[in-house]
């Protein structure tokens, strides 16, 4: 364009433009240099930010599944060095036994030997029941069964013993709903709301609960009332007054404002998400004064005494493969064992042959769940799978059942033969012992890739298929050399599983490693800053830069020309 005027100067638009192109450009190269950011705004490169990122993520994720197969690894070195210590004094057990069968002692020398051979099944079994990673016990069992709350009714009806059990006495339990309250002396359900002492599970609105709505209830709702208050009272005459009530179940409490009652009333207590009503007698809470409100709080604590929730529960995992047990398929959405309990979760262990009434189908079989002894009574000689259940009882109404529903090989005579209570009493061990969801660690980037550990008891009872030894005879002696034998084999099979595992962790690892450095270098491609190339474009920007300077500071020079014009 010519330079005709003084008031348009194009030259000096034109200088301005590129100077503000070239200063833009040495701007977006020192934030990239600065921050080592290929893309310091998604318009840089929409593109790469959003391939880019999904690898940062990844490789985010991958260093925190690299600490996790370490985890899993040191996990696994605890319970290696636990079995190594077992597997070092069944060999001294072993010793013991083979000193035992000479027939240079006499009984008093044996109980001698007898006496340090107890005592180190006694130490098997408190290795086994100790032994653990940040609270996890590792060896007692399938790393703690894995027990879940039966999401429906339907399952809770499906877990009752009503028919076909060894148990007579669990014919008085039946399920109506997930969680239940019972009175634990009768088994009689408390869950109508039609009488004094009944209570249940409601909503907000007081309808009862139902189906999935269960499995929002606070773990706390199992076991028995305690510590029943009234405090707060604002005594009335005519209305009978108002009190804050209040009760402790699973050491939490539930409290709720109540008026007093002139008749039978039900009343509503809460811990803020959970809300379990309560049905009582006509006057039953009168806050006239201080007499009978201290009356109302004892006759609180006396309706409900023996007021109890139990939890009905899925005992996943149990698996009877390659035991004498094996078919036994239980009841569709149950399996082979469920459990009414007063927890949110059990220990399955230790199942034991207990004897029999010396008749036909009297056999009796006990198993600890938490510390407590279960008993199933009655059950068939031959174990037939007609018989239907195992039902493991407590003496405050809780209970396990194991539906031997499917299984096909009936035992010869369990009251009679040792090689039947023997082979019954292992496939039930070795089956919870399987049980639960053990341990799993993600070693990828997503919850799909991941290493299960999950590892089979190592006491005692599990170690010798359920046999109690002995070497206070020569006789006993030799039966234990050969169990030991038996349990040093099992012992060792452990070892094998736990090295098994280890190396898939160390594999892993390895793996993991390589995706990080391979995923965080096309990371680095996409986004990372290439200095080199960056430097030389801000050095060509600077210059760029001022050489539009100079040749602006020319420009604005040029509508001084005219003036010579009307000079």
């Known amino acids: 364009m010519a330079l005709n005027s003084i008031n348009t100067n194009i030259a000096a638009y034109s200088a301005q433009s590129n100077i503000g192109k070239a200063s833009s450009s040495a701007s977006a190269s020192i934030a990239r240099l600065s921050s080592g950011n290929r893309i310091t705004k998604a318009s840089d490169d929409v593109a790469a930010l959003s391939i880019g990122t999904s690898l940062r993520t990844g490789v985010t994720t991958l260093k925190t599944a ?3 197969a370490s985890q899993g690894s040191s996990l696994l070195a605890v319970a290696d060095g636990a079995l190594s210590q077992i597997s070092e004094i069944l060999q001294r057990q072993k010793a013991i036994a083979t000193q035992a069968s000479s027939g240079s002692l006499g009984d008093s020398e044996r109980g001698f030997l007898n ?3 107890q005592n180190l099944s006694a130490e098997i079994d408190r290795i086994a029941g100790t032994t653990n990673f940040n609270g996890v016990k590792l060896i007692n069992g399938g790393l703690g069964t894995s027990t879940s709350l039966a999401s429906t009714d339907a399952l809770a009806v499906a877990m009752t013993p009503a028919s076909a059990t060894a148990s007579a006495a669990g014919t008085a339990i039946v399920a109506t709903t997930a969680i239940q309250a019972y009175n634990s002396n009768t088994l009689a359900s408390l869950n109508a709301s039609t009488a004094a002492g009944d209570t249940k599970l409601v909503t907000v609105a007081n309808a009862q609960l139902a189906d999935a709505a269960f499995l929002d209830v606070s773990t706390a709702v199992a076991g028995k009332f305690s510590n029943w208050k009234i405090t707060d009272t604002t005594y ?4 009978l007054g108002s009190a804050n009530v209040s009760v402790d179940i699973g050491g939490v409490t539930f409290s709720g404002r109540i008026s007093g009652n002139p008749a039978l009333a039900d009343f509503k207590l809460t811990n803020g998400n959970t809300n379990i009503e309560f049905t009582v007698a006509a006057d039953a809470l009168d806050f006239t004064n201080a007499g009978t409100t201290a009356i109302s709080e004892q006759g609180l604590a006396d309706t409900f005494r023996n007021a109890t929730y139990y939890r009905n529960s899925v005992v996943s995992g149990v698996d009877f493969s390659g ?15 469920a459990a009414r309990l007063t927890s949110s979760n059990a220990v399955v262990s230790n199942f034991q042959y207990a004897g029999n009434l010396g008749a036909a189908d009297s056999s009796r079989i006990t ?17 037939v799978a007609a018989q239907g259940k195992f039902v493991f009882q407590s003496e ?11 299984l096909d090989t009936p035992f010869t005579n369990i009251r009679t033969s040792k090689t039947d209570q023997n082979n019954l009493i292992n496939a039930l061990n070795v089956g919870f012992s399987r049980a639960g969801s053990g341990l799993d660690f993600q070693v990828g980037s997503t919850s799909d890739d991941s290493l299960k550990v999950s590892l089979s008891s190592a006491n005692s009872k599990s170690l010798t298929n359920g046999k109690t030894l002995s070497v206070a005879t020569a006789e006993d002696a030799g039966i234990a050399g050969n169990a030991l034998d038996a349990a040093i084999a099992k012992v060792t099979s452990l070892r094998a599983d736990v090295g098994a ?13 390589t995706s990080i450095q391979n995923q965080d270098a096309a990371r680095g491609t996409l986004l990372d800053t290439d200095v080199a190339g960056e430097s030389t474009a801000y050095a060509t920007a600077q210059v760029q830069m001022q050489a539009g300077i100079a040749v602006l ?9 005219l003036l010579k014009l009307i000079g």
Do not use: K
Not at 236 to 239: E, K, L, P, R
């Open 66 to 68: 690299l600490l996790n």
């Open 115 to 117: 006496q340090e051979f």
């Open 236 to 239: 009335g005459v005519d209305a």
């Open 323 to 337: 035991t004498a047990l094996e078919g036994a398929t239980g009841l569709a959405g149950v399996g082979v064992a």
């Open 367 to 383: 198993v600890d769940i938490n510390g407590q002894t279960f008993t199933a009574t009655g059950i068939d000689d031959n174990v």
């Open 396 to 406: 405050d109404g809780q209970f396990l059942i194991v539906d031997i529903t499917g």
């Open 501 to 513: 595992i280890q190396s898939r962790f160390n594999f892993a690892s390895a793996n993991i490693e």
């Open 553 to 561: 500071a020319q420009a604005n020079q040029l509508p001084q020309n």
